[in-house]
Structure formats: C-alpha cells, structure tokens
C-alpha cells in the first residue's frame, strides 16, 4: 500500500490545484471587502466566475477607494496577460495595436491602470 502511495505522490508531486466555492472577505488580512465565487487557482494564477475585492480608504496609506481584484467569467487573467504582453510590444518599440486590437489595448489600459 505504502509503494501505491508514493507513486501517486510521484505522478502528482508538480500540480498545483487549488477550488473554493465561496470566498468573503470581511476586512481580511490585507485589509480587503469583497468576496470571489467558483474560484480556481491553478499554478499560483487565480480565475474566478464572478469575484470583486476592493480596499477602503484609511487616510494613511490609502486616500481612494481602490478595486484590488475583479474577474468575471475566468477572463481576467488572460485579459491581463494579453494586455501585458501588448504594452511591451509598444513599450520596445514593437508594433502599435491597431483596429479591434488598439479600442480593447485603451480599454485594458483604463482598467488595469
């Protein structure tokens, strides 16, 4: 039984999967309200059907109202790592997003900034 168990150990050693139902954050640990809905982190990167989380301001080191975390239908992280790779393709002189491309690289612009 114990050789069985290692080598299940062995065959799953590099995953890293991770599932919550139902998430709310009430003023959590890093000072965040919010909640986040059917969510799955896979390899460290979270993906979320439906999640908001947003930061009061204090007066100290927050003087706004600041969202930390949104995802909507498991699009957020693509979205972010599309806009990502686009701002270092202007940034190094690559080639601009024209069309469709350069109306959703303004809009990620404004969402993520």
Same mark, same amino acid.
């Given at each position: 039984?114990?050789?069985?168990?290692?080598?299940?150990?062995?065959?799953?050693?590099?995953?890293?999967?991770?599932?919550?139902?139902?998430?709310?954050?009430?003023? +959590? $640990?890093?000072?965040?309200? $919010?909640? !986040?809905?059917?969510?799955?982190?896979?390899?460290?990167?979270?993906?979320?059907?439906? !999640?908001?989380?947003?930061?009061?301001?204090?007066?100290?080191?927050?003087?706004? *109202?600041?969202?930390?975390?949104?995802?909507?239908?498991?699009? !957020?992280?693509?979205?972010?790592?599309?806009?990502?790779?686009? !701002?270092?393709?202007?940034?190094?002189?690559?080639?601009?997003?024209? $069309?469709?491309? $350069?109306?959703?690289?303004?809009?990620? +612009?404004?969402? *993520?900034?």
């Amino acid at each position: 039984m114990n050789k069985i168990l290692r080598k299940i150990e062995m065959k799953t050693i590099k995953w890293n999967l991770k599932f919550n139902l139902l998430d709310i954050y009430l003023h +959590d $640990g890093d000072h965040v309200w $919010g909640f !986040s809905f059917c969510e799955v982190i896979k390899n460290y990167t979270t993906y979320s059907l439906l !999640s908001f989380e947003f930061r009061l301001p204090n007066g100290a080191e927050r003087k706004v *109202f600041q969202i930390t975390n949104w995802d909507l239908f498991y699009i !957020s992280t693509p979205f972010w790592k599309w806009f990502d790779d686009k !701002s270092e393709n202007v940034l190094w002189g690559g080639p601009k997003p024209t $069309g469709i491309q $350069g109306i959703l690289y303004r809009i990620a +612009d404004k969402i *993520f900034k």
